[in-house]
């Protein structure tokens, strides 16, 4: 069984860093590309980054690049997203999503994380 | 990456069918048969429903079906049931290895 277990939200005030965690089990990880996707309080889906299966290619959304780092260490079976420059529009549940395949080309997500929560305020 | 516009709102009785449609650009959804479509329940993570337009992941009824035409992709519920309200998403490969999903669309069951 799939299981992504997210970690490392919590309070942060507007301009402040945070570092998100998946820990990733029942799959080979190394084989498929990472997302990292957002819920805003009552908002819908914002995808926010992406990384391919060796880690060597990366993605953002407008909205977070030169802001957020993706990556991930494929000896761990663990995804990472490091948030620096937070703002209040960053507030969210941010999960952690398994693509379809070894690159980030087609947003076919077989399995989410329940999603760890994100609050930037002051 | 601006994001793919759904209706707000769908509803209809049980047994009937409805559509929920999915709009892009011909940057995303109409340059790539690369649409898919998520269900999400009040609490819980999205669940994959349909891939590359028309696709079932194992597991999901075949109730559910995918299409697309130009920039605007659909997903038709048929013989709706209690149990499929909930949102739905849509999403799209776009241009520079993104991901755009839908506005989401919340499906009430009559």
């Known amino acids: 069984e799939v299981q992504l277990l997210e970690s490392g939200g919590g309070l942060v005030q507007p301009g402040g860093s945070l570092r998100l965690s998946c820990a990733a089990s029942?799959?080979?990880?190394?084989?498929?590309?990472m997302s990292w996707v957002r819920q805003a309080p009552g908002k819908g889906l914002e995808w926010v980054s992406g990384?391919?299966?060796?880690?060597?290619?990366?993605h953002y959304a407008d909205s977070v690049k030169g802001r957020f780092t993706i990556s991930r260490d494929n000896s761990k079976n663990t995804l990472y997203l490091q948030m620096n420059s937070l703002r209040a529009e960053d507030t969210a549940v941010y999960h952690c999503?398994?693509?379809?395949?070894?690159?980030?080309?087609?947003?076919?997500?077989?399995?989410w994380g329940q999603g760890t929560l994100v609050t930037v305020s002051s | 990456q601006s994001a793919l516009t759904q209706p707000a709102s769908v509803s209809g009785s049980p047994g009937q069918s409805i559509t929920i449609s999915c709009t892009g650009t011909s940057s995303d959804v109409g340059s790539y048969n690369l649409v898919s479509w998520y269900q999400q329940h009040p609490g819980k993570a999205p669940k994959l429903m349909i891939y590359e337009v028309s696709k079932w992941p194992s597991g999901v009824s075949n109730r559910f079906s995918g299409s697309k035409s130009g920039n605007t992709a659909s997903l038709t519920i048929s013989g709706l049931q209690a149990e499929d309200e909930a949102d739905y998403y849509c999403?799209?490969?776009?241009?520079?290895?993104?991901?755009?999903f839908g506005t989401g669309t919340k499906v009430t069951v009559l």
């Open positions: 029942g799959f080979a990880f190394s084989g498929n590309a």
């Open positions: 999503a398994r693509d379809q395949g070894a690159l980030v080309d087609t947003c076919t997500i077989r399995d």
């Open positions: 990384i391919n299966a060796g880690g060597f290619s990366t």
């Open positions: 999403c799209s490969y776009a241009s520079s290895r993104s991901y755009v």
